[in-house]
């Protein structure tokens, strides 16, 4: 295991060289000017030439991206154009916040996820099975921006039973686990849930049907075995499959999330891409894609090493 992951780790510092190079390229060759935020209409050449030597702009890309790299290695991610504040802190705040939602999401998701694939795996072409195929296509399908904002009109704006957007009473600065901080969660948590819960309703469906198809499974039923204890043997070999989809929608959910904290003001890494693009603040664009790509690598490798411990099948030499 200890070789395994070693190499898995091996494996994942070119990946991380190469999303950098592509991270910085892509964001470095779209036009506009990256200091428009910060200077004025009418700045004169001298002090754009002063400000862009300040941020390291007028160096050769090869320089910028060496330089970049360098830093990043200390934890040194650079500074906002538009803030003024080391984007490390602005970006590990960002991922506490889009954490909380992509976490509660993802376990949404996957409870009622799971309870969709496992009824529809084992009636499988009865109304039930029809219906919770249905429920998980629209889980995929839907806009979610879209759904975000319907939720926003039905449960804020005419009921009033939940906050439409924010972080909490006092922002997100001062949160606490309490009723009235957990009141903003569950709406950008429950719109965010609907991708999971599709994707994993129609994982965990095709795995049950596949599995109760199997000769082992009519093997125990031919020895008297309970439903109960079917169902059993029927989790254990679904856990590992249904456990690494569930942890790859937690990464996409890190850093795809980026509509639906606009659409509710939630102040997490989507909703800071969001100001970054559009004040063209590249240090801090730069530096949460970096983030995020990180998250991901890391994930895949928990998910990997949690499949092995949950599947005694599965070796990892």
Not at 59 to 72: N, S, T, Y
Not at 238 to 259: F, N, R, W
Request: charged letters at 10%; one cysteine or more.
């Amino acid at each position: 295991m200890i070789s395994y992951l070693l190499r898995r780790i091996g494996y994942a510092l070119p990946i991380m060289l190469g999303v950098s190079f592509l991270c910085f390229m892509l964001v470095h060759i779209a036009p506009g000017d990256p200091l428009v935020s910060i200077l004025p209409a009418d700045a004169s050449a001298d002090l754009q030439q002063q400000m862009m030597k300040i941020y390291g702009f007028d160096k050769p890309w090869p320089v910028q991206f060496g330089l970049w790299i360098w830093r990043a290695l200390h934890g040194d991610l650079g500074t906002s154009i538009a803030t003024a504040r080391p984007v490390t802190q602005e970006v590990f705040k960002a991922v506490g916040n889009t954490f909380m939602i992509a976490a509660l999401a993802t376990l949404i998701g996957f409870a009622f996820g799971s309870l969709f694939g496992f009824v529809a795996g084992y009636f499988r072409n009865s109304w039930m099975d029809r219906a919770a195929s249905f429920i998980s296509v629209i889980g995929v399908s839907l806009p979610h921006y879209w759904l975000g904002m319907v939720l926003v009109i039905i449960f804020s704006a005419k009921l009033m039973w939940l906050p439409a957007t924010g972080a909490g009473p006092d922002g997100s600065a001062l949160w606490k686990w309490d009723v009235e901080h957990i009141k903003f969660l569950i709406l950008p948590a429950v719109t965010m849930s609907f991708i999971p819960m599709g994707i994993v309703a129609r994982t965990v469906r095709a795995l049950v049907a596949d599995i109760l198809s199997q000769e082992f499974v009519i093997g125990l039923r031919a020895r008297g075995l309970s439903e109960f204890g079917v169902f059993r043997h029927v989790v254990k070999n679904c856990a590992p499959t249904a456990l690494a989809v569930m942890g790859l929608q937690l990464g996409y959910l890190l850093g795809g999330s980026i509509l639906i904290e606009t659409v509710f003001a939630w102040p997490g890494t989507g909703f800071l891409l969001n100001q970054a693009i559009f004040q063209r603040d590249l240090p801090l664009l730069q530096g949460t894609i970096l983030v995020l790509a990180l998250f991901f690598v890391a994930l895949n490798l928990l998910v990997d090493v949690l499949q092995t411990l949950f599947d005694p099948r599965i070796e990892r030499a």
